[in-house]
Nanobody
Framework: QVQVAESGGGLVQAGESLRLSCAVS????????MSWFRQAPGKDREFVAC????????VYADSVKGRFTNSRNIAKNIMYLQMNNLEPDDTADYYC????????????????????WGQGTRVTVSS
């Protein structure tokens, strides 16, 4: 069965960078989509970015465009989220998720699209 696990969170100051990793195990299919969501204290979980595994097609939330880069290393089965110029509003628990029904032509932005979720990694950005 497919499992995902996030890592790389930490405490940084505004303007600094951080890279999150999501290790994927149990991969059988190549036509699926991986994503990042985040949840700040007292707020709903929101979409951050996603990437189709085979084609590398990416989608970003408007709030992170130009600052975050979603990528993956197929050989290592790892997805990365490079976060640059971090802001206090980026403070949240970050989750990676897998949509086994996704493809290069369907990259979901909804939590309901994703079947497999990690436990989260915390990112704190101070002023």
């Amino acid at each position: 069965q497919v499992q995902v696990a996030e890592s790389g969170g930490g405490l940084v100051q505004a303007g600094e960078s951080l890279r999150l990793s999501c290790a994927v195990s149990g991969i059988t299919y190549r036509t699926f989509v991986m994503s990042w969501f985040r949840q700040a204290p007292g707020k709903d979980r929101e979409f951050v970015a996603c990437i189709s595994w085979s084609g590398g097609v990416t989608v970003y939330a408007d709030s992170v465009k130009g600052r975050f880069t979603n990528s993956r290393n197929i050989a290592k089965n790892i997805m990365y989220l490079q976060m640059n110029n971090l802001e206090p509003d980026d403070t949240a628990d970050y989750y990676c998720a897998a949509d086994l029904d996704g493809s290069n032509y369907y990259l979901g932005r909804s939590e309901d699209d994703y079947e497999i979720w990690g436990q989260g990694t915390r990112v704190t950005v101070s002023s």
